[in-house]
């Protein structure tokens, strides 16, 4: 199938005032894409789309509504048609559509191609996430496996009928316009036009994520801690997400909590706080005092139905990664990353936090690990109450303190060697490290006699083998001594770089990137040394020009 768009003009959309339909082969691009993707021909009934195309439609053309609201027009382009009625800024409009369907048509020549290798789950064939290998093979009430399966969950779909792909069509209904509008700029300014637009398409992606739901609000809130992989602006809205997730009903906590459990609430809890201390896109945590031995205990309980939901979008999230990686491969061949090994640690990962015995296990391990064994100075993990704790609820010390989030930047500085000896020991001595230390799970505590500093949530454990350990040190060794032909080598044993890399670019690039992090002085200095070196003034140019120049390095 060759795909074939036409822009319409307002007088033949009645959604649409004064701006452009996308069509493909009188299709929106939702629906078109999903036809490309679907493979139940059951799904081939036109009314069950209406309502979604029409949104699609009218999403997209208020993106690109004209200033003058009085203009007519309709372009012609590669399949586009044209009736230029205005004089003066017709060629810069002739351009702009002829961008957006090039970035449109080659969207749906991807998706065709992804569609043609059919729909599978995010593979494991190697993780370093911490699983509970006591429960793989099996699987829960509903059919889903207790430990991250792709056959598990994807037989687990196989007899849900048209659930899975609904979804997809969900995802769709939100993203596309996003990625041809993305596609669309990097066709027509590059990397300078994209960074002239961050604010804006953060935004956009913020929005989108939002109303995805739990699983991608998870991803955004992930990437929102990631200076090293998006910009700021792409930074500043995505931090939105960490505070913008609305508690479920504590009488559905309650509910969970005693069906897990077995007995009512007062069977266990003397008291517990009308309302959660605190709401993540996966579970809620409440304050209880234990009817046993009158202490405070934190009580976290599981969202309901997340399992499923969570499962389900990691199969659509698996398709949108194959997608992005081939319109990367069409834009930017030259990158090499593969976004679709990402998903798959990321699913594997994601997964498992919804296990909260896996989490109560390995909250137990790093304790012994860091307090006991190698008694890590300053640091204090909670201790489980396993007796309260099950998949869907966890039951651990309550510690009083303030967030590293919430803390004053003089108070962060006194516990940055703390958290340093900390995390190189997970990483480089006892090879179990949390992975999620983001500020919102590392807490300044109150009482000093335990510890300084309380690490919190630990659903997202990695373990990391000793050669990768070894590697890891002999990078560290070779980075201090600004020995760079053999950091190549550590970096192609740890899987960063390809082992047909071009070592005589490889190695200047890496001297210009990394000396000035070696020479010390604290992330600001690297900071305005990397400025200095891609000639960044501070004007929009100049960073526009800076910025590219980093990317094609980094490239």
């Known amino acids: 199938m060759r795909a074939r768009l036409i822009f319409t003009t307002s007088s033949a959309s009645p959604t649409s005032r004064s ?11 939702s629906r078109a894409l999903f036809l490309l993707n679907n493979d139940d021909n059951n799904y081939n009934n036109t009314s069950r789309f209406s309502s979604v195309s029409s949104s699609v439609s009218r999403d997209f053309a208020r993106r690109h509504q004209s200033s003058s609201s009085s203009s007519r027009r309709g372009l012609r382009g590669r399949g586009v048609k044209v009736h230029a009625r205005i004089a003066g800024g017709a060629s810069s409009l002739l351009d702009t559509a002829q961008m957006t369907t090039k970035a449109a048509e080659a969207i749906l020549d991807v998706s065709k191609t992804v ?13 370093y996430v911490a699983l509970d290998s006591d429960n793989a093979g099996l699987v829960d009430d509903d059919g889903l496996p207790l430990v991250y399966s792709p056959e598990a969950i994807q037989t687990y779909w196989k007899k849900q009928g048209g659930a899975l792909q609904q979804r997809w069509l969900e995802f769709l209904k939100e993203s596309v316009p996003f990625l041809t509008r993305v596609a669309s700029l990097s066709l027509q300014g590059g990397s300078e ?25 998870k991803a955004g809130q992930m990437m929102s801690v990631r200076p090293d992989v998006l910009p700021q602006a792409a930074l500043n809205e995505l931090a939105i997400l960490q505070d913008s997730v609305k508690p479920f009903a504590t009488t559905d906590a309650i509910s969970i909590i005693e069906k897990e459990l077995g007995a009512p609430l007062g069977e266990f809890f003397e008291e517990i706080s009308e309302q959660p201390v605190a709401a993540a896109s996966l579970a809620q945590v409440y304050r209880a005092k234990l009817k046993s031995t009158g202490e405070f205990v934190a009580v976290k309980v599981q969202r309901p139905g997340i399992l499923a939901t969570v499962s389900k979008d990691l199969y659509v999230l698996r398709r ?16 090499r990353t593969d976004y679709v090994a990402l998903l798959n640690e990321w699913a594997i990962g994601f997964y498992t936090e ?3 015995l896996n989490e109560a296990r390995n909250q137990d391990t790093l304790r012994k690990l860091l307090m006991e064994q190698e008694k890590v ?49 997970q990483l480089l001595q006892v090879g179990f490290f949390h992975s999620d230390p983001h500020p919102g799970n590392l807490m300044r505590m109150n009482d000093a006699s335990k510890g300084k500093l309380c690490i919190l949530d630990f659903g997202l454990v990695a373990r990391i083998n000793e050669e990768d350990q070894d590697a890891m040190v002999n990078s560290i060794v070779h980075l201090a001594n600004k020995d760079y032909a053999a950091l190549v080598d550590d970096f192609i044993d740890l899987k960063i770089l390809p082992d047909d890399c071009d070592r005589a670019k490889v190695v200047p690039l890496m001297d210009k990137a990394l000396s000035p992090y070696v020479k010390g002085g604290g992330a600001k200095n690297y900071e305005a040394e990397l400025k200095r070196m891609y000639n ?10 800076g910025f590219q120049a980093m990317t094609q390095d980094l490239l």
């Open 19 to 29: 701006g452009y339909r996308l069509r493909v082969n009188n299709r929106t691009p």
């Open 115 to 127: 569609r043609m290798k059919g729909i599978e789950a995010p593979a494991n064939e190697k993780s």
């Open 193 to 217: 036009e994209l960074t002239k637009n961050g604010a804006s398409l953060a935004k956009d992606a913020r929005e989108i994520i939002q109303r995805l739901g739990p699983t991608y609000i």
């Open 320 to 335: 949108a990664a194959e997608v992005y990686q081939g319109i990367i491969e069409r834009f930017a061949p030259q990158q």
């Open 354 to 356: 919804l296990d909260f």
């Open 377 to 425: 100075a300053d640091v204090y993990v909670p201790e489980v109450n396993f007796e309260l704790t099950t998949r869907r609820v966890l039951v651990s010390e309550w510690i009083d303190g303030v967030k590293l989030s919430e803390c004053e930047p003089s108070e962060i500085r006194e516990l940055v060697g703390v958290g340093q000896e900390c995390f190189l020991v």
């Open 536 to 545: 960044m003034d501070g004007s929009l140019s100049s960073t526009a020009g």
